[in-house]
Nanobody, 118 residues
């Protein structure tokens, strides 16, 4: 029943910016956390940024100072503003949400391709 839909992926040059958006069909405050992961073929999926239901934010060291996560409760969306993009940021970015009811429930978007190249 939970559905997460990403948008905003695309091709951008190094140093450029891109904004990803994740739209949920549920009240985002029913999730204990929401965030963005990314994955490169052959690598494990890694956490990029997250925001808890209380508003606490966390970032991977590799993106601190360049990426910013935010939420819009009125729209039930979570965005990831990416700036100063580097080729190594190229990956498929996945929206993630976790709901904890007796045990953890994890939900994933379909993924959005971000390609940073000259």
């Amino acid at each position: 029943q939970v559905q997460l839909v990403e948008s905003g992926g695309g091709l951008v040059q190094p140093g450029g910016s891109l904004r990803l958006s994740c739209a949920a069909n549920q009240n985002i405050f029913t999730f204990i956390s929401m965030g963005w992961y990314r994955q490169v073929p052959g690598n494990q999926r890694e956490l990029v940024a997250s925001i808890s239901s209380e508003g606490s934010k966390s970032y991977a060291d590799s993106v601190k100072g360049r990426f910013s996560i935010s939420r819009d409760s009125a729209k039930n969306t979570v965005d990831l503003q990416m700036s100063s993009l580097k080729p190594e940021d190229t990956a498929v970015y996945y929206c993630h949400a976790r709901r904890q009811i007796k045990y953890d429930h994890d939900y994933w978007g379909q993924g959005a391709q971000v390609t940073v190249t000259s």
